[in-house]
């Protein structure tokens, strides 16, 4: 009996068995005989898991044909089962069938964010346009962008946000969150006119064109290097209908450099002012606006004058010159530690605006 077992379970080596042929039906086909349908659906054929696990079975076989076929009939019984939809994405970005796995991808991506970074990853090398096209769906554009933030090239995040933008899916945190990649890559020119053309009319103001600083007036900043950033941790800037005001408590002699924007700037002579007032600003160093090179602080500066006592309002102003390796500016509210002994600085300026233009 062990021989004629053995001798038909080796005849089986000469064809490929079939779960339902009666060698296999009695028990004379080895495991390895049975990498079929039946070996893993039998019990359950409506289980896209099931037909998942003889995908890949068949795939690791070397039987891709059939191994995509099942992952249909995989796809099909789970449409909508996200872990399903990723095995057949995985088997397709395997054998680099492109189309296959933007369509998953896209599919994937609109029913859990769960896998965004792994998709994302996935279409590493595919065309842009052909990720927009078909890839994203227009609720996950902003998490993409997001992940390319920190990921992909220039070009790449340009292209992303062109699309978004003509299909009004910009808003206040993807422009925010993009112009300050942009800006960390150094890229200053891409991130100042791609914020120039988001800003709402009413924000404006000229920017890029009268003034190379935004939001003069100092409405409620966005949260980007192009705005203002106010960071004081005691709490001593105020925004007001009428721009900024910062108030000294008189408790500290302050190192002062809480508010500053970064500016996009070109070769060339400019103008920098300010309408400020002071009231009451004590000690010998009282409050200034510092331009220096944001790539090299310690390579180009200018400072205004420095605000005391109580005045009127007034505009403070000084002129420079932007060399050609200069191509941004930090323009900084700072004060400087005093060295005298009354040197805890007390009293309140108001800046009404500020304005950085290019005169020639």
Known sequence: MLVITASVTL????????????????GFCRSDQVNSELSYTAMDPANPYKWAAYAESL????????????FDRALALGPAIAPVQMRALNFHLIHEHTAEVLALGKRILQ?????????????????????????????TLPAYLTW???????????????WMSERKLTDENSASGLTTALCRRREYSTAAH????????????????????????????????????????GGLETIHKDGLTVTFPGTANL???????????????????????????TTNEGPFFHLFDADHPGGFGISTEQIHGTTQRRTIEVRFVVRPETRALVTQLERKISEKLDNKIAGTLKIHEVTLRKID
């Open 194 to 233: 791609l914020w120039a053309a988001w800003l709402p009319l009413e924000r404006r103001a000229g920017y890029l064109q009268s003034n190379f600083l935004s939001n003069p007036n100092f409405a409620v900043p966005f949260k980007t290097p192009l705005d203002w950033t106010l960071d004081s941790p």
């Open 59 to 70: 795939d690791n076989s070397g039987d891709v044909r059939a191994a995509e076929k099942a």
């Open 148 to 162: 390319a933030e920190g990921t992909l090239p220039t070009a790449d995040l340009v292209k992303i946000w062109a």
């Open 255 to 281: 190192a002062y450099n809480n508010v500053r924007q970064l500016s996009y700037v070109i070769p060339g002579a400019y103008l920098f002012t300010a309408v400020v007032e002071g009231l009451g600003i």
């Open 11 to 26: 005849l089986q080596d000469f064809g490929e068995p079939s779960p339902n042929s009666a060698p296999c039906r009695f």
């Open 111 to 139: 029913l859990t964010p769960a896998y965004n970074e792994l998709i994302f990853s996935d279409y590493f090398g595919v065309d842009m346009g052909e990720i927009l096209r078909k890839g994203i769906p227009p609720q």
